[in-house]
């Protein structure tokens, strides 16, 4: 049946999706691991554990996903990191 309930819900969570971004931190030299897990923490809301395992891929792997959302959400965050001394991005 077209125009159904379940279809609707479907395009709108695939609209949503695309719209959604990630905002990258990067691995540097020159910061802490606790600054880094203070500044998750602080910007964006991660637990302690969470900001821990964030800064410990980042280290490792050279960079991770540390928030989902739109551009508009992530645009704050990634300003005060960086306002911070952190390298982030924000994904296209």
Known sequence: MRGSTKELKKEETSAESQDLRVLILYNDD???FEHVIECLIIVCGHTAEQAEQSAMITHY??????QEGSFEELKPMKDSLIDAGLSVVISE
Do not use: F, L, Y
């Open 30 to 32: 020159h910061n802490t």
């Open 61 to 66: 792997k050279g960079k991770c996903d540390v």
